[in-house]
């Protein structure tokens, strides 16, 4: 089959050589450390601990939810105490209330854990409460609530359930493993979703420079007539969602809209394998794959993991760093898009898939220059934006033209900053005029709308 | 191991620089700079480097005066005073690269703030205030090969078009440059490697030399000059291979947008030939890049790309 793709983007070199066949290990916690909890590991409404200070907790055991329906429950990974609810660091740089559980080693399972179902006998709400039910969230990076997802608006008939195996940041190589030793799960993953809307077409995309999952993949889904493997061109960003749906569906994501406008879900290769766990295994999510890698890491693999481990916890159970030539800089994630971190002592969360232990030579950072007009930017921008315009308008403080250019459809790719020949932090300056101008948009939005409240009830009361 | 670096992402940047660009630019000059001196002798050599020492003294001078960081490493002055040489006669006196350089590099480049902010091409604004300042100077002409005493004066294939006739050089003295006309400018073939080089390099894009060209070779052939349909001798002789490959291409004074890029070119292209046909000038080259260039903002406020998702296109796939 022909690799599809979407149009600019950009090629970094791929570094997934240091850890691509290294077969997945388990890295359990070691006994009396203490495991993290963060109330907020998703997209939506923060959890509120289920537990108190001192309880002792199982392995599966619920101990933190929300009412609200976009918010997704936080389970135990180890058995223990609960030692503390205090602030702690995750990887996006924010300090969250986080529930802190003291390892007793014995790793007891909470009753009830391992009711593995068959899903076609279930029903399709069913199966939704189930996924919700195990805390499934996209564990590719944004952490939105699987259950929501799946549910999506009526008036929004799905064609297509995309499985995101493209794994374009460079160095990560977790999805290529799951792919490669687990290829039966993902595809009965995708099975329980594709239940859920018969009528859509499953599709794996996976880039060409994994050609053993490819082949692995495609053999899995033979004989499954609404499952292919389609290949795509490796180019960064190939697994965003928006273009991934445009590489294999042609159809464009309109601005501001979710891939849902477009007939489409995406879901991450080890979300699948979450859904497949949560229902025929019955455990919630507990685990996932991180690939730790970079050449300041001993020993660079992929490792399953239990969320809520410390990085420092992760780093010491598999070596350590080399002592000769030590990491400069930590990345939670790949090197595109993932956050620096300042600090081991970071809780891992659903969504970190990667740790990278960057060298000096790595991490060298170089000096920003003026801008040549090369166009570059423009020419690579997956969004089609002016991206070196944007950074004029951020470093003038000039918001409302960033606006105007189109500044908020940035999808922070850094393909912009990749290839600036005067190395200029276009990314960085336009993530932050986001913020600001998002914020701004959301706060105009709620005025308007407690304003038309506020005359509504006015008008009732007139009446 | 206590301080790690924190900085926004992307954590990995291209091999890329502006130093890299601009030494790809240099190198893709050497062909025609090489035939140049070959040529028209070792005095076309000293113009050059009289050009590219003033220019990079200049910035160097520049920079020490106002206090700024000094950024002579990124070779820009270099390209600025390169381009400027092949744009003179090899005739002309020595100050003249010198005074050009001066004008090029502080009047257009650093007055407006420097690289990347000069809105108009800094090696033609040095070569137009020459122009402007010192017309004898700036049109002696010698015939290729004929340097030093018995140096005769000649009129450049595009001046006798201009007059009525057809050129007394031979097709194949017009593309290697055997012909009279500035140092860098003569020679078609060398031109045309160096502007390949930049576009395999990704330094430019083939649109804008391209479409300049072809612009250029249409419209000669169907206008003429004095009944003369000689779109050949239009391409090859003059400046257009140089403008069109290393002038146009400036980055900083053109469109970055690709459809700006093709409304420039088309535009340089159309004034080229409008000043060669209709104007009181044989060449038309330099006037029309920097017009155009004084065109780039507006180009650009109408040509910005469409943002992916900005239309609602819903097409079935053909296959998945």
Same mark, same amino acid.
């Given at each position: 089959?022909?690799?599809?793709?979407?149009?600019?983007?950009?090629?970094?070199?791929?570094?997934?050589?240091?850890?691509?066949?290294?077969?997945?290990?388990?890295?359990?916690?070691?006994?009396?450390?203490?495991?993290?909890?963060?109330?907020?590991?998703?997209?939506? +409404?923060?959890?509120?601990?289920?537990?108190?200070?001192?309880?002792?907790?199982?392995?599966?055991?619920?101990?933190?939810?929300?009412?609200?329906?976009?918010?997704?429950?936080?389970?135990?990974?180890?058995?223990?105490? &609960?030692?503390?609810?205090?602030?702690?660091?995750?990887?996006?740089?924010?300090?969250?209330?986080?529930?802190?559980?003291?390892?007793?080693?014995?790793?007891?399972?909470?009753?009830?854990?391992?009711?593995?179902?068959?899903?076609?006998?279930?029903?399709?709400?069913?199966?939704?409460?189930?996924?919700?039910?195990?805390?499934?969230?996209?564990?590719?990076?944004?952490?939105?609530?699987?259950?929501?997802?799946?549910?999506?608006?009526?008036?929004?008939?799905?064609?297509?359930?995309?499985?995101?195996?493209?794994?374009?940041?460079?160095?990560?190589?977790?999805?290529?493993?799951?792919?490669?030793?687990?290829?039966?799960?993902?595809?009965?993953?995708?099975?329980?979703?594709?239940?859920?809307?018969?009528?859509?077409?499953?599709?794996?995309?996976?880039?060409?420079?994994?050609?053993?999952?490819?082949?692995?993949?495609?053999?899995?889904?033979?004989?499954?007539?609404?499952?292919?493997?389609?290949?795509?061109?490796?180019?960064?960003?190939?697994?965003?969602?928006?273009?991934?749906?445009?590489?294999?569906?042609?159809?464009?994501?309109?601005?501001?809209?979710?891939?849902?406008?477009?007939?489409?879900?995406? %879901?991450?290769?080890?979300?699948?394998?979450?859904?497949?766990?949560?229902?025929?295994?019955?455990?919630?999510?507990?685990?996932?794959?991180?690939?730790?890698?970079?050449?300041?890491?001993?020993?660079?693999?992929?490792?399953?993991?239990?969320?809520?481990?410390?990085?420092?916890?992760?780093? %010491?159970?598999?070596?350590?760093?080399?002592? %000769?030539?030590?990491?400069?800089?930590?990345?939670?994630?790949?090197?595109?898009?993932?956050?620096?971190?300042?600090?081991?002592?970071?809780?891992?969360?659903?969504?970190?898939?990667?740790?990278?232990?960057?060298?000096?030579?790595?991490?060298?950072?170089?000096?920003?220059?003026?801008?040549?007009?090369?166009?570059?930017?423009?020419?690579?921008?997956?969004?089609?934006?002016?991206?070196?315009?944007?950074?004029?308008?951020?470093?003038?403080?000039?918001?409302?033209?960033?606006?105007?250019?189109?500044?908020?459809?940035?999808?922070?790719?850094?393909?912009?900053?990749?290839?600036?020949?005067?190395?200029?932090?276009?990314?960085?300056?336009?993530?932050?005029?986001?913020?600001?101008?998002?914020?701004?948009?959301?706060?105009?939005?709620?005025?308007?709308?407690?304003?038309?409240?506020?005359?509504?009830?006015?008008?009732?009361?007139?009446? | 191991?206590?301080?790690?670096?924190?900085?926004?992402?992307?954590?990995?940047?291209?091999?890329?620089?502006?130093?890299?660009?601009?030494?790809?630019?240099?190198?893709?000059?050497?062909?025609?700079?090489?035939? =140049?001196?070959?040529?028209?002798?070792?005095?076309?050599?000293?113009?050059?480097?009289?050009?590219?020492?003033? +220019?990079?003294?200049?910035?160097?001078?520049?920079?020490?005066?106002?206090?700024? #960081?000094?950024?002579?490493?990124?070779?820009?002055?270099?390209?600025?005073?390169?381009?400027?040489?092949?744009?003179?006669?090899?005739?002309? #006196? !020595?100050?003249?690269?010198?005074?050009?350089?001066?004008?090029?590099?502080?009047?257009?480049?650093?007055?407006?703030?420097?690289?990347?902010?000069?809105?108009?091409?800094?090696?033609?604004? =040095?070569?137009?205030?020459?122009?402007?300042?010192?017309?004898?100077?700036?049109?002696?002409?010698?015939?290729?090969?004929?340097?030093?005493? %018995? +140096?005769?004066?000649?009129?450049?294939?595009?001046?006798?078009?201009?007059?009525?006739? !057809?050129?007394?050089?031979?097709?194949?003295?017009?593309?290697?440059?055997?012909?009279?006309?500035?140092?860098?400018?003569?020679?078609?073939?060398?031109?045309?490697?160096?502007?390949?080089?930049?576009?395999?390099?990704?330094?430019?894009?083939?649109?804008?030399?391209?479409?300049?060209?072809?612009?250029?070779?249409?419209?000669?052939?169907?206008?003429?000059?004095? =009944?003369?349909?000689?779109?050949?001798?239009?391409?090859?002789?003059?400046?257009?291979?140089?403008?069109?490959?290393?002038?146009?291409?400036?980055?900083?004074?053109?469109?970055?947008?690709?459809?700006?890029?093709?409304?420039?070119?088309? =535009?340089?292209?159309?004034?080229?030939?409008?000043?060669?046909?209709?104007?009181?000038?044989?060449?038309? &080259?330099?006037?029309?890049?920097?017009?155009?260039?004084?065109?780039?903002?507006?180009?650009?406020?109408?040509?910005?790309?469409?943002?992916?998702?900005?239309?609602?296109? &819903?097409?079935?796939?053909?296959?998945?």
């Amino acid at each position: 089959m022909q690799a599809l793709t979407f149009k600019r983007g950009v090629h970094p070199p791929d570094g997934k050589a240091l850890s691509a066949e290294q077969p997945i290990q388990v890295v359990l916690p070691k006994e009396n450390s203490e495991l993290f909890y963060p109330m907020s590991q998703h997209i939506g +409404a923060p959890c509120e601990p289920l537990v108190a200070i001192g309880d002792h907790v199982k392995v599966g055991q619920k101990i933190a939810e929300s009412p609200a329906f976009l918010s997704s429950p936080i389970f135990a990974s180890v058995s223990g105490e &609960v030692v503390d609810i205090r602030p702690m660091l995750v990887p996006g740089g924010t300090m969250v209330k986080s529930i802190v559980v003291k390892n007793d080693g014995k790793m007891e399972e909470i009753e009830g854990l391992n009711q593995g179902r068959d899903y076609t006998t279930m029903t399709n709400d069913e199966i939704l409460a189930a996924i919700k039910g195990a805390g499934v969230v996209g564990l590719g990076g944004a952490g939105f609530p699987t259950h929501v997802k799946l549910n999506p608006p009526k008036d929004n008939p799905i064609d297509y359930i995309l499985i995101n195996a493209a794994e374009c940041e460079p160095y990560l190589t977790c999805d290529y493993r799951l792919m490669v030793e687990e290829p039966e799960r993902i595809i009965k993953g995708l099975q329980i979703m594709l239940k859920l809307h018969p009528n859509a077409k499953g599709v794996i995309g996976i880039e060409e420079n994994k050609p053993k999952a490819i082949e692995i993949m495609t053999k899995a889904c033979e004989g499954i007539d609404n499952i292919v493997v389609q290949p795509l061109v490796t180019k960064f960003p190939q697994g965003s969602e928006k273009h991934l749906i445009s590489a294999i569906t042609k159809r464009e994501v309109k601005s501001g809209a979710l891939p849902a406008s477009a007939g489409c879900i995406v %879901d991450n290769v080890d979300t699948v394998v979450a859904i497949e766990r949560a229902i025929c295994k019955g455990r919630p999510l507990m685990r996932r794959i991180v690939t730790v890698s970079g050449q300041g890491i001993k020993n660079p693999g992929n490792y399953k993991i239990r969320i809520g481990m410390t990085l420092r916890d992760l780093v %010491d159970a598999i070596g350590g760093f080399k002592e %000769d030539n030590p990491p400069v800089k930590l990345i939670a994630g790949g090197p595109m898009m993932g956050p620096s971190l300042y600090t081991l002592d970071v809780a891992s969360v659903k969504t970190t898939s990667g740790l990278l232990c960057f060298t000096k030579e790595e991490a060298y950072i170089p000096e920003e220059k003026n801008c040549i007009r090369c166009g570059k930017c423009v020419d690579h921008c997956p969004m089609g934006l002016m991206p070196f315009l944007l950074n004029a308008c951020a470093l003038k403080g000039d918001g409302e033209a960033f606006v105007a250019h189109h500044g908020l459809d940035c999808i922070e790719c850094g393909s912009c900053s990749y290839e600036c020949p005067a190395k200029r932090h276009l990314a960085q300056s336009i993530r932050a005029v986001k913020k600001v101008e998002a914020g701004k948009k959301a706060a105009a939005a709620a005025a308007a709308r407690a304003k038309a409240e506020a005359e509504a009830k006015a008008k009732a009361e007139k009446n | 191991m206590a301080n790690f670096v924190v900085s926004g992402t992307p954590h990995v940047r291209s091999k890329e620089s502006i130093q890299s660009i601009m030494r790809d630019v240099i190198i893709a000059l050497v062909p025609a700079s090489v035939m =140049g001196i070959y040529f028209f002798g070792v005095r076309a050599l000293m113009i050059i480097v009289a050009a590219v020492a003033s +220019a990079v003294f200049f910035e160097w001078l520049y920079q020490k005066i106002m206090k700024k #960081p000094v950024t002579i490493n990124d070779l820009s002055a270099v390209v600025t005073g390169l381009l400027l040489a092949m744009n003179l006669p090899v005739a002309t #006196p !020595i100050w003249v690269p010198i005074v050009g350089s001066a004008f090029a590099i502080i009047i257009a480049k650093q007055l407006f703030g420097g690289l990347g902010q000069n809105f108009i091409n800094p090696a033609l604004a =040095g070569r137009a205030f020459l122009v402007a300042s010192y017309p004898t100077e700036m049109t002696s002409w010698t015939s290729a090969g004929n340097f030093g005493a %018995d +140096a005769v004066a000649v009129a450049t294939p595009l001046a006798q078009l201009k007059g009525g006739v !057809i050129p007394d050089a031979s097709f194949t003295d017009v593309l290697v440059g055997n012909i009279g006309g500035c140092i860098g400018e003569t020679c078609a073939v060398a031109l045309i490697i160096g502007g390949i080089y930049l576009i395999a390099k990704h330094v430019i894009s083939w649109k804008v030399p391209v479409i300049y060209i072809a612009t250029v070779f249409v419209l000669t052939a169907a206008i003429g000059r004095n =009944g003369l349909r000689v779109p050949t001798y239009e391409l090859f002789t003059g400046g257009l291979m140089l403008g069109a490959f290393f002038m146009a291409t400036d980055y900083a004074s053109s469109p970055v947008t690709a459809k700006g890029q093709v409304i420039f070119a088309l =535009g340089c292209g159309l004034i080229t030939t409008l000043i060669r046909i209709f104007g009181g000038y044989p060449e038309g &080259v330099s006037y029309s890049i920097l017009i155009m260039n004084l065109c780039v903002p507006l180009i650009e406020r109408f040509t910005e790309p469409t943002i992916f998702g900005a239309l609602p296109k &819903v097409k079935e796939a053909k296959k998945a």
